[in-house]
């Protein structure tokens, strides 16, 4: 591994989902949300960089670029952490990939999360049984208002829109969870990491992540969005360049050592 990895945790975050994956005909579970977490043990920042499900990339036993919600239909939690880390040049040694009922029980157990919701949401479909009904405002989403916040896409931005709520989201349950309310719930927690949640994270991993935080910086936390822009047919086309900046920005490059002979 590349020393300038050495002194960060990254962690691959999956939301999954159940439902007829486009251009497959069964039915299967796959990547809803990407994201990256990565914690800097030098200087205590966390960064989180989010990946739309609609890039389309190369992945392990596949011949074609396929996108990246498929990896999870394919192979798992492993297959997406292999196709993100080829794709963003890191390693990522661990994950958590949780669906919806999981994500919402998660949310119910820490007493909701608060946040603005940017406009009003209203969105029914029978045949799927989705339905979504939220408020313009600041609200307290419970587990099942959550749930309708993040899937929501009927708006004029549609998938980016969705991703941009994931991030507003994940930093809000991000600091929930690092306030001190939440320290009592910790047992329920555990509970459900080992029966809901699929993940390589164990809990012994758990505790030391957890003194991790402790001792991370409480500065903002950053969350930004994959560089690229959005192709006719609708897919993220990353923007190579500016990932290769963003990368190095998450990721600084070492200083060289002088060298003594000059």
Same mark, same amino acid.
């Given at each position: ?10 962690? &691959? ?5 159940? $439902?007829? *994956?486009?251009? !497959?005909?069964?039915?299967?579970? #796959?990547?809803?949300?990407? +994201? ?61 990939? &949780? ?5 919402? $029980?998660? *949310?119910?157990? !820490?007493?909701?999360?608060?946040? #603005?919701?940017?406009?009003? +949401? ?141």
């Amino acid at each position: 591994m590349d020393k300038k990895f050495e002194n960060y945790t990254n962690i &691959l975050f999956i939301g999954i989902d159940d $439902k007829p *994956v486009e251009g !497959i005909a069964e039915a299967g579970r #796959y990547a809803d949300a990407l +994201m990256l977490v990565s914690m800097d043990h030098t200087n205590g920042e966390i960064r989180f960089l989010s990946l739309p499900r609609n890039i389309k990339t190369t992945m392990d036993g596949r011949k074609d670029p396929e996108y990246l919600s498929f990896t999870y239909y394919y192979g798992g939690a492993p297959l997406a952490v292999n196709t993100v880390s080829q794709l963003l040049n890191i390693p990522i040694t661990q994950y958590v990939a &949780l669906d919806r009922k999981s994500l919402a $029980k998660f *949310v119910d157990t !820490i007493g909701g999360i608060n946040l #603005y919701v940017e406009s009003n +949401m209203d969105y029914d479909d029978p045949v799927s049984g989705t339905s979504i009904h939220l408020t313009q405002g600041y609200q307290h989403l419970t587990g099942d208002m959550s749930q309708q916040y993040l899937i929501f896409r009927n708006d004029d931005l549609g998938d980016i829109g969705r991703v941009q709520r994931q991030q507003k989201f994940a930093k809000a349950l991000f600091e929930k969870m690092m306030s001190l309310e939440t320290i009592p719930t910790l047992p329920t927690i555990l509970d459900i990491w080992e029966d809901n949640i699929d993940t390589n994270i164990n809990i012994l991993d758990i505790s030391n992540l957890l003194d991790l935080l402790d001792t991370l910086s409480t500065n903002e936390i950053k969350i930004k969005m994959l560089p690229g822009n959005m192709s006719p047919t609708g897919d993220w086309i990353p923007d190579n360049a500016r990932v290769e900046q963003e990368i190095n920005e998450m990721f600084p490059p070492l200083p060289e050592e002088t060298n003594d002979d000059e």
